[in-house]
């Protein structure tokens, strides 16, 4: 295994701990539990955002944290859900009187450790509302979204949320902005080579030489087709297919559109493939109201990228507009 | 070769075509040449900021189109210099009567074809300068300098004299400024795991499954030393003796740090690294006054990071402090 570690047991510890010292302007750590939270937590006035998740998906989920953004994160070991107690003590964190938000992808381990978190907070009195993201079309079919696993459609559910918190909204209109988020977003994935994990030396997956897996989840997950390289305008072609008829996109939307690098895959490549997208948005009279491109959500040093699309109405387009200062996502 | 390409031969071409369609409110291509502006390009009152240079480096050169940044980037082909005539329109494109600064890394074919755009656009009466980024200590020995490449330290001088341009700075100031960046600024790079040039499908460079290569060059240029794998903390250490004491970096001193994924090697292992760079600096009494950290000169997928250090005076700090809104850099 070729990665540049100390021992495997102390990735998370020793990463964390680079992490708060790298950036001490925006975030600090709880001294109870592997929490980071903005600098500024609790912020007066606003409903604090939680989130969290496994770790080795960098940028998420602690590049996030910061103003217009996200206020606290409860890490997991790599690509394992945080424990009951974390989400908790970060949920005490950021709540400032006007109660909390939890932002969660559909993983068993993640719906259940954040439920229990909320259980406990609600006890104590602290009002807590949840969002669980659901986004990955290759993950089950229509009519079955409940059971969709969530991927980087997640990113755009802390861009709109962190803006509207930031704004002062309540926690009643951040879960009802938040669940619109979630209804009009749409992703998928492919990758054609897995990551290692650190912690066993083992690939996330195997695959052929000349092969690729089309709907991979961000985890290595199983997706709909194993098949042979396609070229990049081929395979952006069918994920786009599978993601407009899915919700189903239509003529006169405008949309959101985030083309993101699951780990090892260039930006190079990225924008060839936002290229085809363009021009299959283009034929189809659906227009880009903004682009995000690059490493929003990783898993490790995956080789593949995933393809989301939001459609924005009035109201979410000012909220992506929106200006925040994250570690790792700025926008002026 | 797993890369999610269409015809090797139209690689940069779609990428380019992709990159504007994606970024509209940031930049545009000229119409004659492989040249991409700033949108706002000439800025009135301001010196242009020119750079270029092989492509498969994202987000260097491209993504740092934008206020506070570059005006003005000529494109090569995969790791290959841009022709003269890419570099003198772009030197044409944002020349606002203030005159042009050139930025480039120290290889041949860019000094030769900048040098000579250069001498093309004086001989219009177009006030030019130049300045070459000779970072990497691992390229040539102390005392042949003049025979060191170019690597990250790249980044900080184009936000260094990006800032001061922004400010209004003239042309002999923004050299001056550049200049004492190239100075104070040393980096050094490994890696374990070589890219695939798209064009030919073939390796940067070959290397043992457990080897790696301290001191590798951007495009895989041999470094001093080939090793089997260290500890993330081994490797560290030593790439920040030789940079701390080439300078040598002093107690007292305050610095910028830069740690930079060269393509497939996780943010997660950047800050483990940051952390033993942290420590280094602590012991040494050296302070550092800001980091940054992820993919900002990359070498496709290459496996491996490079760290840069520039040591940085009141002005150098307030201009590394400016906000910028490049397409992938952004700061408040």
Chains 1, 2 share one sequence.
Not at 202 to 209: N, Q, V
Not at 299 to 326: H, N, V, W
Request: glycine fraction near 12%; charged fraction near 25%.
């Amino acid at each position: 295994m070729k990665k540049f570690i100390n021992r495997p047991e102390n990735l998370i510890e020793e990463m964390l701990e680079g992490f708060v010292k790298a950036h001490p302007d925006k975030v600090r750590r709880l001294e109870t539990e592997r929490v980071l939270v903005r600098k500024d937590a609790p912020v007066k006035g606003k409903v604090g955002i939680v989130t969290g998740g496994g770790s080795g998906h960098k940028p998420a989920f602690i590049g996030y944290l910061g103003k217009g953004l996200v206020d606290a994160v409860a890490v997991g070991d790599i690509f394992a859900a945080p424990p009951v107690a974390r989400v908790y003590e970060a949920i005490k964190a950021v709540h400032s009187g006007q109660g909390v938000l939890l932002c969660l992808g559909n993983y068993s381990g993640d719906v259940m450790n954040f439920g229990m978190a909320r259980e406990l907070a609600e006890a104590e009195g602290i009002p807590v509302e949840h969002i669980i993201v659901n986004d990955d079309v290759a993950s089950s079919p229509k009519g079955r979204e409940e059971n969709r696993r969530g991927v980087a459609g997640e990113v755009v559910l802390w861009k709109v949320v962190g803006a509207l918190a930031e704004e002062g909204a309540d926690l009643p209109k951040l879960k009802e902005v938040g669940e619109r988020v979630v209804r009009n977003t749409r992703s998928m994935g492919v990758a054609h080579t897995p990551c290692i994990l650190p912690t066993t030396g083992k690939p996330s997956f195997t695959i052929g030489e000349d092969e690729m897996e089309i709907g991979v989840g961000h985890h290595g997950e199983p997706g709909i087709q194993r098949t042979r390289m396609m070229s990049a305008d081929e395979v952006t072609t069918l994920m786009m297919e599978a993601i407009l008829e899915d919700l189903p996109f239509r003529s006169g939307d405008e949309v959101l559109v985030l083309v993101n690098g699951l780990g090892s895959t260039s930006l190079l490549e990225l924008y060839i493939a936002f290229r085809r997208i363009a021009e299959i948005l283009a034929e189809r009279n659906i227009s880009i109201h903004r682009t995000y491109i690059g490493e929003f959500f990783t898993s490790l040093e995956m080789g593949g990228f995933s393809i989301t699309l939001t459609r924005l109405d009035d109201e979410l387009k000012r909220l992506i507009d929106a200006p925040c200062d994250g570690v790792h996502f700025v926008q002026h």
